[in-house]
């Protein structure tokens, strides 16, 4: 599974983005999908996740501003109210199996985008 970010970049504090990441293939199987970020000299944290039967889960930060959604094995990241403490670069993650609620830890995942700037000035 080969996975691709699109539609970072900068915007000002209360503005809104949509992040794209679409996956090459999981066959017949059940996946989960996730964004994660990581900001300069901050550990990577659990953003968003999705899995292909629609459950969901956010992180605190983050519940109320975002929404993930899933077509097509292509998942998307709506974010408005942006934040200054937003600013992160922004990756996308990916694994089969089941979940209740799919998971915000990095560990749970194999596969990874190769990241997408956001940056949200005040």
């Known amino acids: 599974v080969s996975l691709m970010e699109s539609g970072g970049g900068s915007v000002q504090a209360g503005g809104s983005l949509r992040l794209s990441c679409a996956a090459s293939?999981?066959?017949?199987?059940?996946?989960?999908m996730a964004w994660f970020r990581q900001a300069p000299g901050k550990e990577r944290e659990g953003v968003a996740a999705i899995t292909n039967y629609g459950t969901t889960s956010y992180s605190d930060p983050v519940k109320g501003r975002f929404t993930v959604s899933l077509e097509n094995a292509q998942m998307h990241l709506e974010m408005n109210s942006l934040k200054p403490e937003d600013t992160a670069m922004y990756y996308c993650?990916?694994?089969?199996?089941?979940?209740?609620?799919?998971?915000?830890?990095?560990?749970?995942?194999?596969?990874w985008g190769q990241g997408i700037q956001v940056i949200v000035s005040s």
């Open positions: 293939r999981f066959g017949d199987s059940n996946y989960y």
């Open positions: 993650a990916a694994d089969t199996g089941y979940w209740r609620a799919p998971p915000l830890r990095a560990s749970e995942y194999i596969h």
